[in-house]
């Protein structure tokens, strides 16, 4: 029997790259999954996708900052497949300038987007959580929560999730639910395209760079995230919270 059989996701983000292949990856392990995205059509492809490979899924398009939104969904959610067991959040946005450069738009959108974003969702998920005396948060934070030039306004927002995932592990262990981030290096998605592109590089041509500096000689994938992902979600994870699981194939090594 697939291992989150009978367990409810809900993935920010879904829709592509990342957060696509998290779903993806918990609806072949047995969950039924929501998929909620700014992108509704994209949310939905993603949701089809998942449904003709024989798995539970239902789209959303939603904006994780409001939170209106976000209630409704995890109330239809909740009301359609019974609970919710685990949120991923992973929703996100880059609004890369140096320091000197940056808006305040800029700022307070990427702070909005991942921090702000991932206390509405842990907030209102929680509560069907702690009810349920069973939870699982994983919230995606970056490598370049140790600093990354360009990425002041990104840097805080993924050390911020860090602390976020801590607090959570303190404040809601007594009730059976767990919160661990996730620090991805390099990721081939949109996200990380649009960054070559704004560094002046080809996709190509960053991977190959980005990889030759690694210890395991290659840019990640979406499916190396999802991995770890399918981990932390399933139940003989229990005793693990609090954490911060660097995938990036040994980047903070070299
Ligand atoms: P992506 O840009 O391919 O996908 C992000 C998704 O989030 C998009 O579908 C977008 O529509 C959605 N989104 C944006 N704002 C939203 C909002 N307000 N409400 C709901 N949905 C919203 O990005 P990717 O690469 O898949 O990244 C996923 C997560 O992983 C992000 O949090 C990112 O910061 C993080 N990450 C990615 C890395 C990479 O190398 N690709 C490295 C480290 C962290």
Redo the contacts with the bound molecule.
Sequence with gaps: MPGLHNRVALV??G?????AAVASRLAADGAKVGV????AA?AQRTADEIVAAGGSARAFG????RREEVSAVVDELVGEFGGLHILVN????LRDNLLFKMSDDDWSTVMN??LG?AFICSQLAQRHMVEQRYGRIIS?S???ALGNRGQSNYSAAKAGLQGLTKTLAIELGPYGVTANAIA????E????SATAQRIGMTIDSLRESVAAALPVRRGGL?ADIANAAAFLAGEEAGYVTGQVLYVDGGSELV
């Design positions: 920010t983000g829709a592509q790259g990342i957060g909620l995205d700014l992108n994209l939603a904006d994780v900052t992973n929703a996100g946005v987007v991942h974003g995606m970056s490598t370049s991805p290096g390099f990721i998605t949109a996200m990380t979406p």
